[in-house]
């Protein structure tokens, strides 16, 4: 067995830990097993097919997307995450008070269809909406940024359209994300 | 509180992590007892959605004009519930401990030399697992892979290869080793990965996988006139039955005793209700007759070799092991309590009673006695790999080695390559025979061999498939079709989308384009100077359900600027852009939705207040299946459902058997050829949604109709419905209610609450059966009367303000079996015929291919689909477009060696496996269109497996336009094009 370091983190902006983790355990088994977290889906173990990522929030307010299947928990030490189950504001019994923009734009488009990959989805898209908050684009150069950051995750049921059609129509409603 | 094993602090997100379970609210429901077996079934899925359905907004997800705003499912999934079964642990599982064992397995990387034994001494003294299985325990078990319930073989022969046999395949388990907490087995697991000295190798024997399963062959020989009765044909004559010599098929008369396929139920789609009823010398004269037709055939095929006016075209083609992709890997929990002799059983499945009916028979006679079993299934993806799949079986298995613990196993996506369900690989030899003067092709011959690897799983059935969608979307007055299904040391093949099909006609289409240049006419021209039509016979002889909308497509095509402008955008493209080399191609299928003896049941009742409950045999795999069951409910009465359970695979007011025949079934009001279905074929908005809508059509007529009538005749003289002429026709279901005639819209509830005072009925629970023709019955219902009815078994609940008398007849479930008086089943060997219902699905295609490198980036993309009358249109346009991109992966990237470095030695994963992404597929640039309905009343179609199949054979179209080389050996690699480039 490989030696196990206490990890402190935060995740959907509550703090855990500090808790044992043996080094080398990917943290979407940290996730899962650990913390029963399962709506970060695993789908490759490689940082391949990008099912499994989750937000990381920066001090600075900005936002990045990680995958949890490459990355030892311990990686994330520190770091504050949110994961598919916290996105939406839940009341205290964990039920969905109001979807964010980036979910109610898939289900309005019917943009999935089994659902596994929907997480890595809506983690990336939020990520690419927040980073248009910062700098917005282009309207001619929309469609190929939507590409450039989500094509790296993979679907095997929609063939991508309806999910692209969503981020897009959520882009140009959203003032000040895309400009002329 | 801490882990028992490590003294861990376990953080457990019940205290302050957000998540739902949501399994409070589960029931379960009994399934039926199978070798003395009660088995239950719950769905951990419907009974979560419920409770989601019960909250905002998902409670919105319907509109008040019937359309839905988003999926039923769609909040659950979006916010990363637990909706699949790999997302549940035991402890998130009602009555199941708090703890569990995890479990991997040991596999062989060899199939050609004996396997000795495991050597775990990688593992050192920490890793070592708490049990390790081998085949031996399991034999001293009596734990065996079951033989009876889907034929001997179909599993394959053991769950573990024995120590001293050469494993029937690559990637095939050789033991088992279960671990009582995670974290050491996911560290063993990461341990022994890649190793190659796990395993243990004797003698070398070369492969021995087992024998091969099937060779059949239909032939019918026919003439001009598609309506003209055939001289032979599988509808009228049955197959000819093969057996081999080696892997060569041998035929009467030589061959004196067929092969028999193994018993494939609810899947063979080449056994039909029952065997024509004929002696073995009557049989055996039939294919001996249909072997001189082929010999005929063969020698019109030479005579038209050097016949001047006659094309032959012959080609072999070959197309490529896929994996399904399933993003949700294979993966399953079981836990056995001794204690109560529980089985208690998590799948992922879509086919919940095969896995009920093979796990009973697992258990009956093992050493650990089992009373009852607890099955639970998730919502799950498949494209049909999970369908009767072995892996919930090997969970079964695994249950009884967890010390007391529920045993987890789930593949990573290594291991899924490893031992998933694969889609067959075909070699393919067709001869084409057409008038060069007409364009007519006069005869389809074709040989069609899959390789089923080393179980034979549904590989017949799949051969069967490729000669039934050989024909493509084209009548031809002779043809000769032999399936083949193959053993081989290769990973199992077994049922995923194109089912065979996707193989052959992807060929046919590649050579119908090839044909069109020979021919200088028009490919398109071409395929409506041959396109079959309404009731045009197939080439086994069945006849073609509904208008086909062939040529209406084939019009569309060739109006749309690709395909008008292909040369002008050729030149114009090439020369915007040199070193790229510009083509447009097109390719047009028929694709069966059905497979031959559909079933369907569901039960819909409502209370005064007008609150409706649905149960459902649907269940979810994706498609929103479960949605548009919904939809049609709304669209026939005018409201959805307020509470619905899908996935059921008992209805206690339907207590139907399948034991005996037909014959009995004229006798016995309560047998049936078939109970339930799986999710599979493309059948759920046709076949299970028929009997949905044939629910809704009786309640709207017996229910919804007298109950208006009573309201609108309320007052004096007769109300206000007195003054006009007002009938069941002129009756609509609109926002308001049901309305017509020039009366007042009536809610559904208001309805209710009418129907419940006159005691009319108020619940329906119905079963429907087709085999290319739907089973019809006569009822004698009380306060209907006698009606006949597309439907084998009917039960219905009455109003509050029943008489006593009525009410006391409810005692079959609640309800009132109505015994039929009368049944009428589909005739006997109309199987053969198959397939009778399809859906007409064309592609354009444009791709730029890079001349040097080969490479080809798909520029456009055009689909049509005749979906018939569509239930949500944005339901159908997602798998539309799920489709082609996964027809454009088979088509271009998507490719498993079948043996050597192939993915049974467990290094494949999406690193090498290339998956179409967003920029492969035209995301911006692909449009659809769908051929309108003729009519209101059109039925809806089968869809995404229609849809993927043309895009493959327009991409290989197109590069032969782009490039003037044809490729017949699928997927159309950069390597190949670059080569075969002057």
Known sequence: MSESLPLSLTINGRAVGPVDVPLGMPMIDFLHEHLNLTGTRFGCGQGICHACTVVIEAADGTTSESRTCIFD??????????????????????????????????????????????????TGATVFMDSLKRKPVRRADLEQAIEDALNVHLCRCTGYVRYYEAIRDLALATPGYVID | MTDRRTEMPIVRPDDDLPRRTGLSRRSFIRLGVFSGIAVTLSRVVPAQAIEVDSTKPAGDWMGPDGRPRYRWDAISKV???????????????????????????????????????????????????????????????????????????????????????????LGHPVALLVYSDFDRFVAAKRTLAFRTDTVRYGEDTGPKPPANYGVDRWVRVGSDDPFAEPLFSGLK????????????????????????????????????????????????????????????????????????????LERSGFSQSIDPSAMEPDNGNAWYDAETRTLHIL?????????????????????????TIDLLTGTTVGYGSKDYSIFPLYTVMAAFYGDGLPVRLANNRYEQFQMGMKRHSFD????????????????????????????????VAVSHEAIRGAQS????????????????????????????????????????????????????????????????????????????????????????????????????????????????GYAQVNKVYGAGGDVSALALEFEPDGRLVLRHCCQEIGTGATTAQQVMIWQAIGKAPDAVTFGITDFPELPLTTDGSAADGVKNPFWTPSYLPDMSSSASVYYLGFATR???????????????????????????????????????????GVAGGGMRPIPFDELAAEAHRLGLITGVAMHTYSLWQWATAEFDVPTVGPVTIPADALSVRYGNGASDALKARMTTGGYDFIKRSSVTYPPNGRGNGDPMTNAAS????????????????????????????????????????GGLAMGLGHALMEELPLYEDGPGDGTWNFNRYKLPRAADVAVWAQTSEYLPPLADTDPPKGIAEAVMVPVIAATGNAIAHATGQRFYELPFTSDKIAKALP
């Open chain 2, 237 to 312: 004559d049955g197959p000819i039955r093969g057996g081999f010599d080696g892997n060569t098929p041998v035929w009467p008369p030589t061959l004196t005793e067929p092969l028999e396929p193994p018993t494939q139920r609810l899947r063979d789609r080449s056994v039909p209700l029952e065997r024509p009823p004929r002696s073995a010398d009557e049989q055996q004269r039939h294919e001996e007759a249909g072997m001189g037709y082929a010999a005929d055939i063969a020698a019109e095929i030479d005579a038209a070799k050097s016949a001047a006016g006659k094309l032959v």
């Open chain 1, 73 to 122: 928990a311990h990686y994330f030490n520190g770091k504050s995450i949110v994961t598919i189950e916290g996105q939406a504001p839940r009341d205290a019994d964990g039920n969905v008070i109001e979807l964010t923009p980036v979910q109610k734009a898939f289900i309005d488009n019917f943009a999935f269809q089994c659902g596994y990959c929907t997480p890595g989805f809506v």
């Open chain 2, 79 to 169: 916010t990363g519930d637990k909706v699949f079964a790999r997302d549940f642990r035991a402890r998130d599982l009602a009555g199941w401990p708090q703890t569990q064992a995890h479990a991997f397995f040991v596999k062989a990387t060899r199939a050609d030399r004996v396997f000795e034994d495991i050597d775990l001494s990688a593992l050192g003294p920490d890793l070592q697992p708490d049990r390790v299985v081998l085949h031996e325990d399991l034999a001293n078990d009596r734990i065996t892979v079951p033989q009876k319930v889907m034929g001997h073989g179909f599993y394959g022969y053991d769950f573990l290869t024995p120590k001293g046999q050469t494993p029937r395949m």
């Open chain 2, 694 to 736: 044939q629910v809704g059509r009786f309640l709207f007529e017996h229910t919804l109709w007298p109950a208006a009538r009573s309201i609108w005749s309320r007052g004096v003289g007769g109300g206000g419905i007195s003054p006009l002429w007002v009938t069941l026709a002129d009756l609509r279901i609109t926002e308001d």
């Open chain 2, 842 to 881: 064309g592609c354009l295609v444009a791709v730029s291919v890079t001349e040097g490198t080969g490479a080809v980036e798909v520029v456009g993309l055009h689909s049509l689909l005749d979906a018939g009358r569509p239930i949500v249109p944005e339901l159908v346009s997602g798998q539309q477009q």
């Open chain 2, 473 to 584: 979307m084209y009548y031809f007055p002779k043809s000769d079709l032999t399936a083949v299904a193959l053993a081989s040391p290769a990973v199992e093949a077994g049922s995923m989308r194109g089912f065979g099909a996707l193989q052959a006609q992807t060929i046919l289409e590649l050579m119908v384009d090839e044909a069109a240049e020979a021919l200088d006419i028009d490919a398109i021209e071409l395929r409506r100077r041959n396109a079959l039509a309404e009731g045009y016979a197939n080439t086994q002889g069945g006849p073609q359900g509904g208008a086909m909308r062939n040529v209406d497509m084939l019009d569309r095509a060739a109006a749309h600027p690709l395909w008008r402008d292909r040369a002008a955008r050729k030149a114009a493209y090439e020369a915007a852009n040199p070193g790229q080399r510009y083509g447009v």
């Open chain 2, 428 to 459: 393919i030899d067709i001869t084409l025979v057409a008038d060069r003067e007409s364009g007519h092709f006069e005869i389809l011959k074709g040989s069609y061999a899959c390789n089923g690897g080393g179980r034979a799983n549904l590989s």
């Open chain 2, 347 to 371: 799948a992922a499945t879509q086919s919940p009673y095969g896995v009920a009916q093979a796990a009973a028979e697992m258990v009956k006679d093992c050493a650990f006695p089992v009373d």
